[in-house]
């Protein structure tokens, strides 16, 4: 995982649609990096569901969010249209940025320990810095607590 204060490893992964993103694209905005493990199974969708119902209220804040897995293209598409997200789903099917992320590793699955992409979330200030990271425990509430962070720090820049 990485440390807050720490420079955020760049990345440039295409999205559900074929579109290139770039972390450096963000530059001057709030970034929010989000892994999960896998598309449309019960927990990814709701986190995806609740940064899709807050990211009106996210972009009120200049900050831009974008889902990472190792799904591919297709699989992310299908899942953006079942759910009308309408943020990027970045395609990472060789792991490097979910890797650079620290986002795999060790997790427990009904009482088993295994190796897989961990739910993680980075928020990337406007300067490309780690400003704070997030070890996933309710992904229904999620969004609401990176909102607020992000309202939280704003203010006191």
Known sequence: MLNVGQEAPGFALKDQAGV????????????????????????CTKEACSFRDALPRFQDLGAVVYGVSADDGESHQAFAEKYSLNFPLL??????VINAYGAYGDKVINDEVRQGILRLTYL??????VARVWQVTDPEVHAEEVKATIEALATSA
């Open 124 to 129: 990337i200030d406007p300067m490309g810095r």
């Open 20 to 43: 290139l993103r770039r972390l450096e694209d963000s530059r001057g905005s709030w970034a929010v990096v989000y892994f999960y493990p896998k598309d449309d199974t019960p927990g």
């Open 91 to 96: 395609v990472d099917s060789d792991m490097q």
